[in-house]
């Protein structure tokens, strides 16, 4: 099993991370933010890759709702 690197210093004052990507919905392409508990970015990038199916429907969802602010979505670790 892989381990993870420890977290840096900086990853370390900013506590948990969060991992952003792009969704396109629509004839426009907004940024999401999904704000996790993790302690570094790779375990942060993992989480989306391996939850990648639940994290697109809640940011579809999101965005059908229409209170998305100002083109950003944000989501947060379920």
């Known amino acids: 099993m892989k381990r993870f690197p420890p977290p ?3 990853e370390l004052r900013e506590g948990s991370q969060s991992v ?18 993790l302690p570094t ?9 391996a939850h ?5 429907k809640m940011a ?3 965005l059908e709702s229409g209170i998305h602010d100002a083109g950003e ?5 379920p």
């Open 73 to 77: 979505v944000k989501l947060s670790m």
């Open 41 to 49: 970015q790779a375990q942060a990038r993992k989480f989306l890759l």
């Open 52 to 56: 990648w199916i639940q994290v697109e």
């Open 60 to 62: 579809r969802d999101y």
């Open 8 to 10: 840096t210093e900086q």
């Open 20 to 37: 952003t990507f792009q969704i396109a919905h629509g004839n426009a392409r907004y940024s999401c933010r999904l704000q996790t508990d």
